[in-house]
């Protein structure tokens, strides 16, 4: 698996996006380095970044604020024990100097805006929170991402970055809680479930995986997670099965996915996890 274990540095051969040279967009290649829009002038400035699928970038943190936005493929966000799975209609706000990481789900492009924060009102949330993502908030990234980082925007492109905040909307949308632990028995198996949800193995066979008695594992899922094997489980697999729900994708073509014997087992349990159907989700998901 690759990595990227200072969340600095290039996820794939290129150094730098191109853009084509036209009216109020750079011509020449962006910096994919996010240490570089940490001090860009304006109050903030969109990189644009690739990674192929599986890319991990290790935990690290900005001294800016980000607005993380998939143009393609799925982000995962590793934040406040928690996982965030960012689709192409839903962005993620970071606040300044909060650890997190990520991981591609898919071949992944980013837009991430890295906001200066003096430039956002004070009730922008302390916590990371979703954002939904309008027609108008995507065209307004993807513009705001052709813009050169070297120069304060102005005229027509300093109103494209003010309306790009000013449309930003919290979604009421909240994470599945998915604490790793620090046993590296215990984050081993974490994070083959999180590469795989539909893995069927039980405690005993993923114990036997990885050195350990299913009592030892057992109690590391309940001290470190404060869950059991089965609900943690059960928890990635929600998380698992949001973005595939937005996407489109038929309710029970992604139970099947994710490992579940019947499409009825698989809508039980997205109820008791998230309050509503898997149904009602995707319909919630197509209005945004």
Same mark, same amino acid.
């Given at each position: 698996?690759?990595?990227?274990?200072?969340?600095?540095?290039?996820?794939?051969?290129?150094?730098?996006?191109?853009?084509?040279?036209?009216?109020?967009?750079?011509?020449?290649?962006?910096?994919?380095?996010?240490?570089?829009?940490?001090?860009?002038?304006?109050?903030?400035?969109?990189?644009?970044?690739?990674?192929?699928?599986?890319?991990?970038?290790?935990?690290?943190?900005?001294?800016?604020?980000?607005?993380?936005?998939?143009?393609?493929?799925?982000?995962?966000?590793?934040?406040?024990?928690?996982?965030?799975?960012?689709?192409?209609?839903?962005?993620?706000?970071?606040?300044?100097?909060?650890?997190?990481?990520?991981?591609?789900?898919?071949?992944?492009?980013?837009?991430?805006?890295?906001?200066?924060?003096?430039?956002?009102?004070? @009730?922008? &949330?302390?916590?990371?929170?979703?954002?939904? $993502?309008? /027609?108008?908030?995507? #065209? +307004?990234?993807?513009?705001?991402? !052709?813009?050169?980082?070297?120069?304060?925007?102005?005229?027509?492109?300093?109103?494209?970055?003010?309306?790009?905040?000013?449309?930003?909307?919290?979604?009421?949308?909240?994470?599945?809680?998915?604490?790793?632990?620090?046993?590296?028995?215990?984050?081993?198996?974490?994070?083959?479930?999180?590469?795989?949800?539909?893995?069927?193995?039980?405690?005993?066979?993923?114990?036997?995986?990885?050195?350990?008695?299913?009592?030892?594992?057992?109690?590391?899922?309940?001290?470190?997670?404060?869950?059991?094997?089965?609900?943690?489980?059960?928890?990635?697999?929600?998380?698992? @099965?949001? &973005?595939?729900?937005?996407?489109?994708?038929? $309710?029970? /073509?992604?139970?099947? #996915? +994710?490992?579940?014997?019947?499409? !009825?087992?698989?809508?039980?349990?997205?109820?008791?996890?998230?309050?509503?159907?898997?149904?009602?989700?995707?319909?919630?998901?197509?209005?945004?």
């Amino acid at each position: 698996m690759k990595s990227e274990r200072n969340g600095h540095g290039s996820a794939i051969a290129h150094h730098a996006t191109p853009h084509p040279q036209r009216a109020g967009i750079a011509s020449a290649r962006k910096s994919t380095d996010p240490r570089d829009y940490q001090n860009a002038p304006g109050i903030a400035a969109v990189m644009p970044k690739a990674f192929p699928d599986g890319f991990v970038v290790a935990e690290h943190r900005h001294p800016r604020a980000q607005l993380v936005y998939a143009t393609t493929g799925i982000a995962e966000v590793f934040a406040c024990q928690s996982l965030w799975m960012i689709p192409p209609h839903r962005a993620l706000w970071i606040p300044p100097d909060l650890p997190h990481a990520m991981r591609a789900r898919g071949q992944l492009e980013m837009r991430t805006a890295y906001v200066d924060s003096h430039a956002y009102p004070t @009730a922008c &949330p302390n916590q990371p929170r979703l954002v939904d $993502v309008s /027609a108008l908030l995507r #065209e +307004l990234i993807v513009r705001a991402s !052709s813009l050169p980082i070297d120069a304060r925007p102005a005229g027509r492109d300093g109103l494209v970055i003010q309306l790009m905040l000013a449309e930003i909307e919290w979604s009421p949308e909240q994470p599945l809680r998915l604490p790793s632990g620090q046993d590296r028995r215990l984050a081993r198996v974490c994070d083959a479930i999180l590469s795989n949800p539909a893995d069927q193995r039980t405690l005993t066979e993923w114990a036997d995986e990885v050195g350990a008695s299913s009592r030892t594992l057992a109690r590391l899922f309940n001290a470190e997670t404060g869950l059991s094997f089965s609900q943690w489980r059960q928890q990635a697999r929600i998380a698992a @099965a949001r &973005p595939l729900l937005a996407s489109g994708r038929a $309710v029970i /073509a992604v139970a099947a #996915e +994710l490992g579940y014997e019947t499409t !009825s087992a698989f809508s039980t349990v997205f109820r008791r996890l998230t309050g509503m159907t898997p149904s009602a989700y995707a319909k919630l998901s197509d209005s945004a």
